[in-house]
């Protein structure tokens, strides 16, 4: 088994300073992309949804059904918050993880990344029609809703933001790899780097927005 397809229901305890954390709505990307670069960095992965259903022996469709959301977001903290103590990993969050206030607040001074996608090819992509319980009812509307509630919080929780829509996986994991100086070139954003992709006022641990009000 290669080390990205080790995804560990029992992330380590201690400090720890994952590589890449990848947030973004259902259906962008994340868990692919993320295991994408894990394989290319030979790095290990972890994914929230993975495991919360390794650690609660479930579904998260069946989670959501027999405990509710509630107890879900619980899990799911926990889980990020596992997954946030590994070092040098890749990290691929669940599409709401940070909206949870803990979860963002743990965000902060990470590597984040959002990855961007619009309706039409978000729907192309995971057919709306699979078991995600948040889209059960009424899918393409209740997506579009979701992205607009939480896209102010994707935003300023992102150190990077790739746009997905229009490209496959490896033009999306080359874009991804280029940010983070995979490619040769100085990471974007760094003192020193040719391109910050997020002004640093804007960054979550820039001076000033320490009060963890979002
Ligand atoms: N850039 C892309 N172009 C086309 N298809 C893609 C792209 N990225 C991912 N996919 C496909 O879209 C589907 C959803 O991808 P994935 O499960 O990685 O999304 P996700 O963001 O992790 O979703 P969720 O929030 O439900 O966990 C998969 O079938 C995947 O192969
Ligand atoms: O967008 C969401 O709130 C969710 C996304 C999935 O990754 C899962 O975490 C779960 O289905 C909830
Ligand atoms: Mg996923």
Known sequence: ?????DVSATAPDGPGRPRLVVIGPPGVGKS??????ARRLDLALHDSDTIVEERAGRSIGDIFL????????????DAVRAALTTT??????GGGAPMTAAVAEALQGHD???LDVGIADAA??????RSRPLLAVNPRATWVAT?????PTYERLARWQV??????????????LAVLGEDGTQPHGEPGGSRPDVPDADRPDAPGDQDGSR
């Open 1 to 5: 088994m290669s080390r990205a397809e």
């Open 32 to 37: 692919t992309v993320a295991r994408e670069v």
């Open 66 to 77: 027999e405990d509710g959301e509630a107890a879900f977001r619980e899990l799911e903290q």
């Open 88 to 93: 040098g990993s890749v990290v691929a969050l």
């Open 112 to 114: 984040v990344l959002f």
């Open 124 to 129: 192309k992509r995971i057919g709306l029609n």
């Open 147 to 151: 992205m607009e509630e939480r896209r």
């Open 163 to 176: 746009d997905t829509a229009g490209r496959g996986v490896d033009e999306v994991v080359a874009e991804v």
